[in-house]
């Protein structure tokens, strides 16, 4: 058995030489609170929790102790084992997820006490011991870890660091003696009332702090969903502004560029006006030139010898003279060289058959061919 623990001792030593535990203390390091409490809530319900489980362990060990000093089992066997067995396994259990469930897996390891002392007999003292041992392992590795969590987080880490220890030490003083007395005078039965009181203090204790982590977790979920939503609001506005700002950045682009393609018509279409203007001047000014070209024409012909003498050698009156120099240097309607002459059209038609009476001619055709030498029509 000796060669055996050995043997193991060095293989796992070799082990950790060869792949080291991390420190969980120092690589997940607890945050310090700025203010923190002197007694904190935490901190009170492990002190309590361990007050109860020495209690519970310190009469069961009174009971082992007293049975050892009567020659009837041996505290040194081989169910010693256990314990180190209770340690592996509480570091396993109790660690996981941050060692969240500390409390609830204790109670429940600690609940074995209850069923060490009622298997004292000589037949089932192996089994009883073995029990002892380990749920002493989930005892010890629970008063180490729990205050080393809950020192970062008081005013005087120091002292809360080992709290545990200290709160058993003083605990197993107190209950040294009433533990003996109660052997003596109840026997077994005594021992397992001890443990009941002390497991039914455990079990509450755990419940208690159970609820009290749950509601933590509630409280630190509200806290994140809270703390998701206002992340989750601020990149909706951020993406919200910044979709306004696209928005308004194409808005402003499209309005930029309809104003220049606006601008660009406004001045293809000023320059376009400005062509029209210059060419409806230059068609005005033609038509002014062909006007004074007009009445240059009208009034040589009006002062021509010419039509003076046709009319003179056809005996024409000088009313008669303005309807024939109408004749020949416009065309229209009668009614329209009437009103040029500001007299009515049968005046002018009574002028007109006068001057075809006297020149010999029957149109507008035969005067115009007659005047200017043609024959007689």
């Excluded at 000088?318 to 500001?342: C, S, W």
Aim: glycine share 6%; hydrophobic share 50%; proline share 3%.
């Amino acid at each position: 058995m000796v060669l055996l623990v050995l043997g193991l001792a060095v293989a796992g030593i070799c082990l950790l030489i060869w792949r080291p535990l991390g420190d969980w203390c120092f690589e997940n390091a607890l945050p310090y609170e700025q203010n923190p409490p002197s007694l904190p809530r935490e901190g009170l319900l492990a002190v309590l929790m361990v007050f109860f489980m020495t209690m519970g362990f310190a009469f069961s060990d009174e009971c082992v102790t007293a049975l050892d000093a009567k020659g009837e089992l041996n505290v040194a066997a081989w169910p010693r084992l256990f314990y180190g067995l209770g340690l592996l396994l509480s570091g396993y259990l109790v660690d996981l997820n941050r060692r969240s469930h500390i409390y609830i897996i204790t109670g429940i390891a600690f609940s074995l006490a209850l069923l060490s002392p009622a298997l004292l007999v000589p037949r089932l003292y192996n089994a009883s011991m073995s029990i002892m041992y380990l749920y002493s392992g989930f005892y010890v590795m629970f008063l180490t870890t729990a205050f080393l969590d809950i020192a970062p987080r008081t005013a005087e880490p120091w002292l809360w660091a080992g709290m545990g220890r200290i709160v058993r030490s003083f605990t197993t003083a107190l209950v040294i003696l009433p533990a003996k007395l109660v052997m003596n005078e109840f026997g077994i039965w005594g021992v397992i009332s001890a443990n009941a009181v002390a497991t039914i203090g455990v079990l509450l204790l755990c419940a208690y702090a159970n609820e009290q982590q749950r509601t933590q977790e509630r409280l630190k979920l509200e806290k994140e969903n809270a703390s998701r939503l206002a992340i989750m609001n601020a990149t909706a506005q951020a993406k919200l502004a910044q979709a306004v700002s696209t928005a308004v950045s194409a808005v402003k682009q499209e309005a930029m560029q309809a104003e220049q393609q606006a601008a660009q018509r406004f001045n293809t279409a000023q320059a376009t006006a400005t062509q029209a203007l210059l060419e409806l001047e230059q068609a005005r000014s033609a038509l002014e030139s062909s006007r004074e070209q007009l009445q240059a024409l009208e009034q040589a012909y009006k002062e021509s010898p010419i039509v003076q003498a046709f009319a003179k050698a056809h005996e024409l009156t000088p009313r008669e003279e303005e309807v024939l120099q109408l004749i020949l240097t416009k065309d229209g309607t009668n009614k329209e060289l009437a009103k040029e002459l500001m007299i009515s059209e049968r005046v002018y038609q009574r002028y007109l058959t006068s001057i075809y009476d006297k020149t010999g001619t029957n149109s507008k055709v035969g005067l115009i061919l007659l005047y200017y030498g043609g024959k007689k029509k």
